[in-house]
């Protein structure tokens, strides 16, 4: 069966790297009891009320199916649905932590008895025969698939607009890009249709979606939770797996069902809202070198106000490291996996590597990785060596507040994967000017929906720690929830 991790993508040597790829609730017959769970609740919430006997677990599935219909024609964020066996699950026997409660998978991991298409062409026709071994968690934790949430191809891109499905629309602003790679992920949830859905996180692809869509995002430490079948390691594993979400708790919640207890780390504790107090590095400028917008510069100068009202010691901080140099590196090793990737998918489909069956930005990627092959040890060796000098960047602080993206959502075609190569190169490296450094360091690190633009554009402030600092961004997310919340706050196209 084909595996279509980037573990897979990234694993080996140099060498490895040589390319030449709704239905209405049926009425019960007894009068229902009085509910105490709204009509619409986060995670924690329906759990609570399904054990609690209050709901049941296909009442909220039914539900979030009535939701998913009504928006998902502006939205598109679906690529498959699969609420027959969702109804079906929902109405069997559910444990866990989170049981009964519906979400969708993001369609880069498998879910037995569901498509795995990675947002491809080539890859028509491959289905799941076994979950993936995050997938497992969830299922464990009794949670609910209803399908899967759109990605770009191989979640290679900051937009979610892969010609196999569509472009995925943002729920704030329906002409603009939702984020990437898990953008039908972050749509679902901003428009309320599920509390939380599955996302990874490879260059910043939960956090990237959560900023521009308006909710909350964690990208784990490496290794923190499951990310891919056993195999091969990858050089550097880059890639984590967890979700986006409305609330906190939530986040939190699917963190302790999905996190491996292997002794790597210690198992999450009780996680409280945050009492002492930081010192924070503000670090604004794109490590890069690109230009920051203006309205995202004035949302993270609000937003280091706001911590600085809450206590905490705001700094001015600048990245001590060569920005350009990290980012080309980055790109390259990113454009390897690219070539992996349309190998496998031409092996899966018989056909040779072509715009018949992968699109034309990832034959670009590849191409590069081809043109710059001798390069790539070197690469290697140089980003093996960041996650150390990432973490001398604590050595005087708690954590480092910065933006998650150099502007608010951008309009959709911008990033388009059949665009001209260089153009979308260029678009793509001004928007993710911040994330990846804590992908290559394994790091913890956060999007918090904090901001807005004038015009009504999410703006997510993004809080990172070192690897391990997972407990420390929970408690300041909560201490920040409960500060400034923003549940409540609901786009122009919202099912709730």
């Known amino acids: 069966m084909l595996k279509l991790s980037r573990r897979a993508m990234l694993a080996g040597s140099a060498a490895t790297v040589a390319l030449a790829a709704c239905a209405p609730r049926t009425p019960k017959e007894d009068a229902a009891p009085a509910r105490t769970v709204p009509a619409y609740a986060d995670g924690v919430a329906m759990a609570a009320g399904i054990a609690a006997g209050e709901t049941t677990a296909l009442e909220q599935v039914e539900a979030a199916i009535t939701r998913a219909k009504a928006v998902e024609p502006q939205i598109n964020g679906i690529v498959s649905e699969t609420f027959e066996i969702a109804r079906s699950d929902a109405a069997g026997l559910l444990s866990g932590a989170l049981a009964g409660v519906p979400s969708f998978i993001k369609d880069l991991i498998d879910w037995k008895g569901a498509p795995t298409l990675a947002g491809s062409r080539g ?8 979950d993936n071994p995050f997938a497992s968690r969830w299922r464990g934790a009794g949670i609910v698939s209803l399908g899967k949430s759109a990605t770009p ?25 939702p984020g990437g790679s898990s953008g039908g992920a972050a749509a679902l949830v ?18 990237i979606p959560a900023s521009t869509c308006g909710v909350f995002g964690l990208k784990p430490s490496r290794d923190r939770l499951p990310y891919s079948e056993p195999g091969a390691a990858p050089p550097i594993q880059i890639s984590v797996n967890h979700a986006v979400t409305l609330s906190v708790r939530d986040s939190i919640a699917l963190f302790r069902a999905a996190e491996a207890n292997d002794g790597t ?16 590095g503000y670090a604004p400028e794109p490590i890069g070198g690109t230009a920051l917008a203006a309205e ?29 140099k990290f980012t080309d590196a980055f790109i390259l090793y990113w ?17 040779p590597v072509g715009p018949e069956i992968v699109e034309p930005w990832t034959l670009g990627l590849a191409g590069m990785a081809v043109k710059r092959i001798g390069e790539v040890p070197d690469t290697i060796t140089y980003l093996q060596g960041f996650e150390a000098q990432y973490a001398s960047f604590f050595d005087s602080l708690d954590v480092i507040l910065s933006p998650v993206t150099g502007s608010p959502a951008v309009p959709i075609g911008e990033q388009a994967p059949d665009g001209d190569f260089d153009k979308v190169m260029e678009s793509v490296l001004r928007f993710v000017a911040y994330t990846s450094p ?12 904090l901001a807005w633009s004038p015009s009504g554009l999410p703006i997510g402030a993004m809080f990172s720690g070192k690897r391990g600092d997972d407990a420390l961004l929970f408690e300041l997310a909560l201490e920040l929830e409960a500060a400034r919340p923003w549940a409540d706050r609901k786009p122009p ?4």
């Open 123 to 130: 890859l028509a026709g491959h289905m799941a025969t076994t």
């Open 153 to 177: 191809e191989a979640g290679l891109i900051s937009s979610t607009e892969p010609l196999s499905n569509g472009p995925t629309h943002n729920p704030w602003d329906l002409t603009r890009i």
């Open 190 to 207: 901003a428009a309320r249709v599920v509390p939380f859905a599955h996302a990874s996180d490879g260059g910043g692809s939960i956090r």
């Open 265 to 280: 780390y210690p198992l999450l504790g009780d996680i409280q809202p945050l009492t002492r107090r930081l010192r924070i």
């Open 296 to 324: 995202t510069r004035t949302a993270m100068e609000d937003v280091a106000q706001l911590c600085r009202d809450l206590g905490h010691t705001v700094v001015d901080y600048t990245f001590p490291m060569d920005g350009p």
């Open 335 to 351: 454009a390897a996996g690219a070539g992996m990737f349309a190998q496998q998918v031409a092996a899966f489909s018989g056909k």
């Open 438 to 449: 804590m992908n290559v360091a394994g790091a913890a690190s956060m999007s918090v929906p």
């Open 493 to 496: 196209v919202s099912a709730a």
